[in-house]
């Protein structure tokens, strides 16, 4: 921000210091009841008709796949409609996309093949039919801004479940335009589960925040020329003595200083639910970060901001769930320093999942909306202006299962994110391909989870194990008792089933049935939906056979015993482990565990500035990250590399004297895999099935320094096309092209190139 503005800002903010005031009281809570089992989660309040009144559309956690239109929110008797959308959502921006007057809906769709559901706005409040694009698995959260500067709002997916974020670039016309998947936190141990994005527009430097329920950090990278910059990733501290777990994040000015701080409520295992605040630094970057007692009650889970008082900040509510409560801290900073008051409890309730804020009765007054996910409806409460703020409210509410104890904060914030209807019980995807009995069963024969008049079905396995149970199933017809049976039984025995395995499709397996069975161990969420996921494993491991990695003698064995943890690296928030590693070192290793993917952490530390060359030779799918800076953060991930099975992943880079981190996790573009290199079978009872692939990786660190001018074409190799770049510059007296320093690019420069050739 320019100085000048910077100092308006500063100044306009320290006026208003003057007259704040305190919070404001508010009615009783007024239910708007959505229907049994709408479990409604992040709203959107807008006017969807251009009537002057607000409305407010509630996607929601349900079997039946609909979101619901609160038309006039603010109304004595609000009405209620339902839209079909075909499938779970968590949260529902408003935008008019195609620039047509009208507000249109992004809404994210959490399926396991989920992505961004789009409703185009008509202008009365009705809606177009809902277009679907598939952006990863789990999407959870949507953003929505412009990202390059053309003055269209593009559209950003969270997709937990994939661990990546994608952009959706706006063509105009309700057109997008996919972009790469971005990996989140790929050198993490676990899931990074990401549940929230954020995006600056590009006017603002465009940049993207999220944060990893998983691993309990907050990422951040911004856009350039060339595309997004990769990410840099900082860790939730310890608050009292424990680490914390964040699933939400909230971008706002608390002290009127012209930058956005990070507010995130957080999550113990003590009871505690400190609300944390990052300071806002240029750049978007979180700095210095406070604590503030948040809600007394339940599990902290969410936090958001607005005015409430109407002194031209913006408060804080938060909301804690499972006996929770909605707490409200009035913003009393001053421009430098953030001050929050103690939190004012308004309401009590068992799962009041999400808070807007906003006037719903046209009185000047922010009035907040609360989504009681227990009880399916929303809870209107009216702002009545500075008489105070009466005592919390206890609802009446259902009985949810308590939640049991845990000793990662993180997994327990995971865990009340999946409260509610699991993701996969809406629509065919939640449907399991079966197994089979010779004679009647195989591809020749019907569905298995469709009736029909012949015997047996499609899948051998499935078939057989339902015509053990009921016999007639394979000797009369495949009627809905077979399927019944099926759906119960079969979990699990999906190859093959029915669809290519080329193609992805919205249904478990496909029809070659070594393909369907290499890829559903490399990856079991194929056992429920062939998705895009699926198709890259298929082309990778159907139809070679896997390589065998001969590992040179010299190279020095990391000795990690399968199943143990010697170097999670930043994986490990309470302990970061890493093997030491130095430049002129072969490594090897392996990348197997017991159910928890493996990470082989590496901190290559360097006396002076080297340009550094590391390649990595794997058996398997492989990702190999370099990154600097701590792993309480910043941590930067400088460069990433992939590499086929038996191929290679090579990374050159010119790095500053210190330590670095390198990382060896099995990967594709697409995904970090989890599953399918278990540790060698040793118990005769183990029934687990190994992966088609090995585990073993080694790779070579090489420092390359003597070589930085023979790299004429920036390329990061020294090969025939250099040649050609001095050739270009023969006979040129400039310093490009003069390796030897003659003063001169001539025929002995030629030979100082063949020196550097790789």
Not at 12 to 40: H, K, N, T, V, W
Not at 603 to 617: K, Q, Y
Request: glycine share 12%; charged share 20%; hydrophobic share 40%.
């Amino acid at each position: 921000m320019p100085g000048t503005l910077r100092a308006v800002v500063i100044l306009a903010a320290a006026m208003a210091q003057s007259a704040r005031a305190d919070l404001p009281g508010f009615g009783a809570p007024e239910s708007i009841p959505l229907g049994e089992g709408a479990f409604p989660t992040q709203p959107v309040l807008a006017d969807f008709d251009g009537d002057g009144q607000a409305d407010l559309l509630v996607p929601g956690r349900n079997t039946d796949g609909t979101v619901a239109l609160i038309r006039g929110v603010g109304a004595v008797a609000p009405v209620v409609e339902h839209l079909q959308v075909g499938g779970q959502t968590d949260w529902a921006e408003a935008a008019d996309l195609d620039a047509d007057g009208h507000l249109d809906v992004v809404l994210a769709v959490r399926n396991i093949r989920g992505g961004v559901a789009i409703l185009r706005g008509r202008g009365d409040g009705s809606f177009d039919p809902v277009r679907f694009i598939w952006t990863g698995r789990e999407c959870r959260c949507v953003a929505v801004g412009d990202v390059d500067g053309d003055a269209k709002p593009d559209v950003v997916a969270c997709n937990a479940r994939s661990g990546t974020l994608r952009v959706l670039r706006n063509l105009g016309q309700m057109q997008f335009e996919a972009g790469t998947e971005m990996g989140v936190n790929r050198w993490s141990v676990g899931s990074p589960g990401q549940s929230w994005v954020a995006l600056r527009p590009a006017t603002e430097g465009a940049s993207l925040a999220d944060i990893s329920v998983g691993g309990g950090r907050l990422n951040l990278r911004a856009a350039s020329a060339a595309g997004w910059l990769p990410e840099t990733s900082w860790s939730v501290p310890s608050v009292q003595g424990t680490l914390p777990g964040i699933s939400f994040g909230e971008l706002a000015d608390l002290d009127g200083d012209g930058l956005e701080e990070w507010i995130s409520q957080s999550l113990t295992t003590t009871g505690l639910n400190p609300l944390l605040v990052w300071r806002g630094e240029p750049g978007g970057v979180p700095g210095a970060w406070q604590s503030w007692p948040g809600p007394t009650l339940g599990r902290g889970f969410r936090a958001v901001t607005a005015d409430l008082d109407g002194d031209g900040d913006r408060d804080v509510l938060s909301l804690s769930v499972l006996e929770g409560q909605l707490v409200a801290m009035e913003n009393v900073s001053s421009p430098g320093q953030i001050q929050l008051r103690a939190a004012v409890p308004l309401l009590e309730g068992s799962f009041l999942r999400h808070v807007v804020a906003g006037d719903v009765d046209g009185d000047g007054r922010r009035d907040l909306l609360v989504c009681d996910a227990s009880e399916s409806r929303v809870l209107r409460l009216r702002n009545l202006g500075p008489a105070g703020v009466p005592p919390a409210r206890r609802l009446a509410r259902m009985h949810l299962d308590e939640p049991s104890e845990v000793t990662d904060a993180s997994r327990e914030m995971q865990r009340l994110l999946d409260v509610g209807p699991s993701p996969a019980a809406a629509g065919p995807e939640a449907r399991l391909g079966t197994r089979s009995m010779p004679s009647a069963c195989g591809p020749e024969a019907g569905r298995c989870d469709e009736p029909h008049a012949t015997p047996g079905c499609y899948t051998p396995s499935c078939c057989e194990k339902v015509c053990l149970l009921l016999p007639e199933c394979c000797e009369t017809a495949w009627d809905q008792a077979c399927v019944d049976w099926a759906d119960s039984e079969c979990a699990g025995l999906v190859c093959p089933s029915p669809g290519n395995c080329l193609l992805p499709h919205g249904e478990a397996g496909c029809d070659d049935a070594v393909c369907c069975e290499r890829v559903r161990r490399l990856d079991p969420v194929c056992d429920g939906v062939w998705d895009e996921l699926c198709v890259e494993l298929a082309r990778l491991a159907c139809g070679v056979e896997p390589p065998v990695l001969e590992v040179p003698a010299d190279a020095i064995d990391e000795a990690e015993p399968c199943g143990q943890r010697l170097s999670e690296g930043c994986g490990n928030r309470s302990a970061p482990n890493f093997v030491p590693v130095v430049t002129g070192q072969r490594r090897s290793g392996r990348v197997q565990a017991f159910g928890v993917r493996d990470v082989d952490a590496h901190l290559l530390t360097l006396a002076a500035p080297a340009l550094v060359r590391l390649e990595l030779r794997p058996e398997f799918p492989a990702h190999l990250v370099l990154a600097g800076g701590p792993c309480e953060g910043p941590l930067q991930t400088l460069a990433e590399a992939f590499a086929l099975p038996g191929g290679v992943a090579r990374i050159d880079r010119m790095l500053p004297a210190g330590s670095h981190r390198v990382f060896v996790s099995m990967a594709t573009p697409l995904q970090a895999l989890r599953d399918g290199q278990p540790c060698p079978i040793t118990d005769p009872e183990d029934t687990t099935q190994p992966g088609l692939f090995g585990g073993a990786w080694w790779m070579s660190i090489e420092d390359r320094s003597g070589k930085i001018g023979c790299d004429l074409d920036g390329s990061g190799s020294v090969d025939a096309a250099d040649i050609g770049s001095l050739l270009v510059l023969f006979g040129g007296s400039g310093p490009a092209g003069d390796l030897d320093g003659s003063g001169e690019v001539d025929a002995a420069d030629i030979g100082s190139l063949l020196i550097c050739f790789d």
